[in-house]
């Protein structure tokens, strides 16, 4: 098709006609589909079913003789977190293990800052006047609800394709009341992009006018590949370390999408100086991680290698579900000119930009579908996307068939909102 706003206005309008028709037929099919959530499916939780029988009567101590059933050791595990290394770039001894969710301790480390500092800072963040975080947008609702609940201003900073702007976070990291840094860095949530090793190497580097600045770097997805390209990243607490700036990223990551989303394990990677704070402040908040899961998880997963083979059970079952929506939207608005897509090597999400003020309508139209998609907006802070275009398409849950039907419902609902939107411009 070509591109509709070259259209003369009687052959929009014919399009219009038929567009509508097709999706008042969709309607009319009384759908329930969701494609909210990155939630693993059924089917990939199944893969990690082995955990449950894990560890065997009598098989909860640790290499050290450590007795996993009771408190003690707060770091985690020597071998659940040599089992990590590579997957957080660290040595085992810069790594801690935490319980089920790195979003806790992406959130405990911001509580933490905000009430007694990081190492560097002259002061609690939160006896500034005001601090700010420079959110790469689109980016992760939650990273951003956890600024919103804390006080936090939030700068949005356009990504790139290959990671944020870095002329700009340059500009913008020189204010000292900015102290902090979403990045998911691989695959990122939700447009699937990999930072450059440029984009790295210069957030590792650029001069910060807070000394206390941090990147949270939300490895999330460092090795949910779907594709043979499997995308390597600059190494970000080397890259910190060879730029003089030892203590400026703190990692995280978890085995919530390679395991169980519910009851897998978190971590969190730095500098001696930050794994020295981390532990100080959450040895205050427990006596000890669930270190049976984590001797279960070592036991299924095994090492790097093990973790690798794991995630290309995902990818055989994610890949074809992200290709159905790509085709999807490839075969309706493919050279339409109404939406543009990512295309992602790995990861949970596709982002999809139609038409500058369609984005909650093209969600209404969905509703009314019965198809749920992500709040237009809610990849902004403050889920405010100031041009409303930004949609959010996380099509790992539901079933292949059922993908297939929501993605060529959600072309239908992007042409008809482009259309529509250009009509109104010409009437
Ligand atoms: C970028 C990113 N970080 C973190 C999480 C949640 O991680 P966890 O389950 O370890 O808390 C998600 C889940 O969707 C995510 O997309």
Known sequence: MSKIAELPTDQLQALHARVKGEYDEFRARGLKLDMTRGKPAPEQLDLANGLLTLPGNGDYFSDAKEDGRNYGNTQGLAEARAMVSTLMGATPDRIIIGDNASLAMM??????ALLKGVPGSDRPWSKNEQIAFLCPVPGYDRHFGICEEYGIRMIPVPLTGHGPDMDAVEKLAADPAVKGMWCVPKYANPTGEVYSADTVRRLAAMKTGAPDFRLFWDNAYAVHHLTDSENTLVNILDACAEAGNPDRAFVFASTSKITFAGAGLAFFASSDANVKWYLARSSKRTIGPDKLNQIRHVRFLKDAAGIDAHMQKHR??????????????????????????????GG?????????????????LAKD?????????ATWPLRNDPQDRTLRLAPSYPALDEVRTAAQGIAICLLLAGVEKLLAERA
Do not use: C, N, Q
Not at 107 to 112: E, G, T
């Open 369 to 377: 579908a019965g198809l749920a998609l992500t709040p237009a907006g």
């Open 107 to 112: 959130h405990d480390s911001i509580v933490w």
């Open 316 to 345: 055989a079952l994610l890949a074809p579900k992200f290709d159905a929506v790509l085709d999807a939207l490839d075969a309706k608005l493919g050279g339409t000119g109404v939406a543009e897509w990512t295309r992602p090597e």
């Open 348 to 364: 949970y999400f596709v982002s999809v930009d139609g038409l500058e003020g369609t984005a909650a309508k093209v969600v209404t």
